[in-house]
């Protein structure tokens, strides 16, 4: 089993690589079709799925491009900073807790993944624990 990290508040995974999944995700996705749309409207959108792949991670890697960063595709602190610098995108634990409820999976560098949802402060290797943890936060014991 995958250590569970529990503190009171939490920050997001550092990293978002491509089959993250999750309403973190569609956040990341809103905010590629929106800059897509003002700065490259040739391309197509991205599904707003929660699956963070396919068009979405094709909108990230022209974007990455465009700003002049590191094209890899997934949204890691240099991307993040990047967005939040030049385009006031920041995605951050507390623009997640006024925006999400629910889990969102961030796939790592290392193949690895964190489930992470607002307001329980738990991070963990593990969905099952992750989604019993969840609905009692939610539900009450």
Same mark, same amino acid.
């Given at each position: 089993?995958?250590?569970?990290? %529990? ?20 956040? %990341?996705?809103?905010?590629?079709? @929106? ?11 991205? #599904?707003?799925?929660?699956? #963070?792949?396919?068009?979405?991670? $094709? ?35 507390? %623009? &997640? ?8 999976? #961030? %796939? ?8 992470? @949802?607002?307001?329980?402060?738990? $991070? ?7 989604? &019993?943890? #969840?609905?009692?936060? $939610?539900?009450?014991?």
């Amino acid at each position: 089993m995958r250590p569970i990290e %529990v503190k009171s508040d939490l920050p997001l995974p550092d990293y978002m690589e491509p089959d993250s999944y999750g309403p973190a995700v569609n956040l %990341v996705i809103k905010f590629l079709n @929106a800059w897509a749309r003002k700065e490259r409207p040739h391309l197509t959108p991205a #599904f707003e799925n929660d699956i #963070f792949g396919g068009q979405a991670t $094709r909108l990230m890697i022209f974007y990455q491009k465009a700003r002049g960063i590191e094209a890899d595709g997934g949204c890691g602190p240099q991307t993040r900073a990047c967005m939040a610098a030049r385009d006031n995108f920041i995605l951050s634990t507390e %623009v &997640m807790h006024r925006a999400l409820d629910g889990i969102s999976a #961030f %796939v790592q560098p290392d193949g690895s993944t964190l489930y992470w @949802a607002p307001f329980i402060g738990i $991070r963990s290797g593990d969905r099952g624990v992750m989604e &019993m943890i #969840f609905r009692k936060s $939610r539900q009450g014991n």
